[in-house]
């Protein structure tokens, strides 16, 4: 992912009340009782336009039309400091709001179940992973039911990830897919599987073009990134592919072509525990609006209901307590409560080692929404007024240097008499206006007319930020930044006042870890065999990542997404050996 400041860089869709985080006992009907805040935008909801380089990160929701809309802020205040990992610097949290957990514990029994349905496979969840599996197991003639927490799909971003797809090949970006996957496997420490990167990079290019011909001229124009670029030492990748109308057009089209092949469609169905004979995954109970359905499926159950970002209980067990302290939680698809990943440790499957981690960014702002304007590459200081950080870093990489820091924040510093002409500075390939830019961090931008009154009012060390400001600015008089190195043309100095400052911390999408799966998307035990008949797709899967989310690899996210779930679908129907 490019870094702030520079190339454009694309991301990778309710229920109400917030996430209980334990199982349900019993529910005998769907809830009823719908909230403002959990069901704005119900006719569709999901997608997170993110745009490019530095964009597109506020939360939307996808209309009918294809257009999005903004979705409500799903956050409150949490003071919660009991976090199984111990929470040394005792940060505060800003507990997302979302859907109570559809998973029951206590066994079904058959009297509750008021009608059943047979089926070769049944895919639960309708996001991009689980879209892409019903639409390969259908087009090859299995009888396919594809169960949905929400009223709708869940999709969000603009990019897909692959290796030797067409789109690439036609741009002339030739990439190096042994390169791409160790760089993957570095990333993670070597704490994650090997096949699943190579079955990626090897297979991801055939899926793509696969969608490609599925979805038409439907979507508009697919465009390749530029190829690789280096920041700061790493390498940001050209694996992406944007898709001009967005994920949420793409995902809404390759589920009509799995509607058209006959899939049965169930929104507001959720999955809620799986039917299990001998060990084996024989199918799964799901909440419908009478009662419990009851799916019995011949070749596999697929679990694809995305992350559990909206789990506080299960946030505060497997999560960094300083990841944890974000200011934002930007995914709107509040029904992500680790549904996928409860069913299948009840079925005895492993998860990925603890802690997990989030794909979180920088400019996460305190309203609980992003302030775009602030993911530039200005300045940045601690609470102690002192620099720490190349602000030139990929998103990944910055979000971690701003949560280390005291308090696990920081704040971007800019100047100016007019503040649109400093944005317009900063802005390199961000694909907003200035007038965007301020709007996004109007709310939060603190004002003065000297450093010493800016200290003051964020609670800054004045003398340090002082000195840190006199630096800076003779690294930019210099046009070299020997102290970290960002790049020159960032260099915009702090000259005169007003003086800005954005406080700033993390800003969440989704976890991306979960349950342990080999090259064949097969849900492993704790001893590695697979159990027989269940299947993980997207972030309810693992083995892939550790400690950090690789932004810098471009769209990997909805790259694994689309490849495994259209090799599940083919291999359910005999094709895969």
Not at 70 to 82: F, Q, V, Y
Not at 185 to 194: K, L, N
Not at 286 to 315: H, P, R, S
Request: charged share 20%; proline share 4%.
């Amino acid at each position: 992912m490019p870094p702030a400041g520079d190339a454009i860089r694309q991301y990778s869709a309710c229920l109400p009340d917030r996430p209980k985080g334990k199982p349900l006992k019993r529910r005998a009907t769907m809830e009823k009782n719908l909230s403002r805040r959990g069901f704005i935008g119900l006719g569709c909801l999901g997608a997170t336009a993110a745009a490019a380089g530095l964009a597109g990160c506020a939360s939307q929701t996808p209309k009918k039309d294809g257009s999005s809309e903004a979705l409500a802020e799903t956050s409150e205040t949490a003071t919660a400091s009991e976090t199984l990992i111990p929470n040394a610097g005792a940060l505060e949290f800003n507990q997302p709001t979302g859907s109570e957990v559809a998973y029951i514990e206590e066994p079904i029994s058959e009297d509750e179940v008021v009608e059943t349905l047979t089926c070769d496979v049944v895919v639960c969840g309708a996001g991009m992973s689980g879209v892409a599996a019903a639409a390969s197991a259908s087009e090859n003639g299995l009888r396919t039911i594809l169960l949905e927490k929400g009223q709708t799909f869940a999709a969000r971003g603009t990019e897909i990830g692959a290796f030797g797809d067409r789109i690439h090949q036609e741009a002339g970006n030739v990439l190096d897919p042994v390169a791409f996957m160790e760089d993957g496997m570095a990333t993670a420490h070597f704490r994650c599987d090997r096949n699943v990167w190579k079955r990626w990079c090897d297979r991801s290019g055939e899926a793509l073009n696969w969608a490609l011909d599925v979805v038409g001229d439907a979507c508009g124009t697919f465009t390749a990134k530029a190829g690789n670029s280096l920041f700061a030492g790493v390498t940001t990748w050209g694996s992406g592919v944007r898709v001009e109308k967005g994920i949420a057009s793409f995902v809404e089209n390759v589920l009509a072509a799995a509607q058209a092949n006959g899939t049965d469609v169930r929104f507001s169905t959720p999955a809620v525990q799986l039917i299990t004979q001998d060990g084996k995954v024989t199918g799964v109970y799901a909440q419908g609006e009478e009662g419990i359905i009851k799916i019995e499926a011949a070749q596999g159950v697929v679990l694809a209901t995305g992350g559990y970002e909206f789990n506080w209980d299960l946030l505060t067990q497997r999560i960094r307590p300083r990841d944890l302290a974000v200011y934002a939680w930007i995914n709107p698809t509040i029904t992500n409560t680790g549904d996928g990943l409860l069913m299948g440790l009840a079925a005895g499957a492993a998860e990925d080692d603890w802690p997990h981690i989030l794909m979180n960014d920088p400019a996460g702002a305190k309203t609980g929404n992003r302030a775009n304007g602030a993911m530039l590459a200005f300045l940045r200081v601690n609470e102690n007024g002192e620099r720490f950080v190349n602000e030139n870093l990929s998103f990944e990489y910055m979000s971690n240097a701003i949560m280390y820091q005291p308090g696990a924040h920081d704040f971007v510093l800019l100047s100016g008499t007019d503040i649109l002409t400093s944005l317009e500075k900063a802005k390199g390939g961000a694909p907003w206006t200035p007038e965007d830019m301020y709007d996004s961090i109007k709310d939060v931008l603190v004002e003065a007319d000297t450093l010493e009154e800016l200290a003051e009012k964020c609670g800054i060390n004045a003398e340090n930020l002082a000195r840190t400001v006199a630096r800076y600015n003779e690294l930019c008089a210099a046009g070299e930044d020997a102290d970290y190195g960002k790049k020159p043309s960032d260099l915009i100095p702090l000259e005169s006042g007003p003086y800005y400052a954005i406080e700033e911390s993390g800003c969440c999408l989704v976890t991306v870890n979960g349950l342990r799966t080999d090259a064949d998307s097969r849900v492993l035990d704790h001893n590695g065999k697979a159990i027989e008949g269940l299947y993980a797709l997207g972030n309810t899967s693992g083995s892939m990542f550790n400690g950090t989310y690789p932004h810098h690899m471009s769209a990997v996210s909805h790259g694994r997404c689309l490849t495994f779930g259209y090799l599940v679908g083919r291999r359910l129907a005999g094709l895969e050996d």
